[in-house]
């Protein structure tokens, strides 16, 4: 089955710590993303990438890094430079020269931060 | 900059049609998307318009003008299970995709 896994569904860290979040799919898909969720909020962007060795930031990239060594993998590490890094994380990725750019979501992580 | 503008909250009974509208402002614009989401869930694909008009998906269309810098989801024949929350987002230059803020929309059996 193709789809996009993200692990953990939940991860809880101490204050001051960096945490890398796993995203991976084999939709053979060029466009990755990076999206935040808080409560009652939408999806923020933080970093996308359209092919490997590349990406750029999104809207609230401070204090996040990602890295695009493989195609298939868009790991993103929430730095202790981040002020606010407990919310739920989503990776999405798209065909970015199809027909309607269809984004497919993983099931999310849910990141707490105490 | 980018901003897209949707009511945050709609109520509709069951059985009948709801419309979310979408307003965007963009420096560049590709198509507009829209996502459903249930609670705890990832967002899942309803439809995307790149050029002006009605897309029909069942029992759910979505309109575009790009002219007024609009586009809504309407939704047919409401099922209790179509209570969610409805994303638009835009998608600008260099796959760049922007989510709005969201509707959350109740349905009353």
Request: net charge negative.
């Amino acid at each position: 089955d193709g789809g996009i896994t993200q692990s953990p569904k939940y991860l809880f860290r101490k204050e001051g710590q960096n945490v890398t979040l796993s995203c991976e799919q084999n939709l053979n898909h060029d466009a990755m993303y990076w999206y935040r969720q808080d409560p009652g909020q939408g999806l923020r962007l933080i970093y996308y990438s359209q092919i490997v060795n590349d990406f750029q930031k999104g809207d609230i990239a401070e204090g996040y890094s990602v890295s695009r060594e493989k195609k298939e993998s868009f790991p993103l590490t929430v730095t202790s430079a981040q002020k606010n890094p407990t919310a739920f994380y989503l990776c999405a990725s798209s065909a970015s020269r199809g027909m309607n750019y269809e984004q497919y979501f993983g099931p999310g992580t849910r990141l707490t931060v105490t | 900059g980018q901003s897209l503008e949707q009511p945050s909250e709609v109520t509709a009974v069951e059985g009948a049609i709801v419309q979310i509208n979408c307003t965007y402002q963009t420096s560049g614009f590709y198509g507009l998307s829209w996502y459903q989401q249930h609670d705890g869930g990832a967002p899942t694909f309803l439809s995307y318009n790149a050029l002006d008009g009605l897309e029909e998906t069942g029992r759910f269309s979505s309109f575009l003008s790009r002219s007024d810098s609009y586009g809504y989801l309407l939704l047919q024949e409401l099922q209790m299970k179509d209570s969610a929350s409805y994303f638009c987002a835009v998608r600008s230059r260099d796959d760049k995709i922007i989510f709005g803020k969201g509707t959350r929309l109740h349905i009353l059996p």
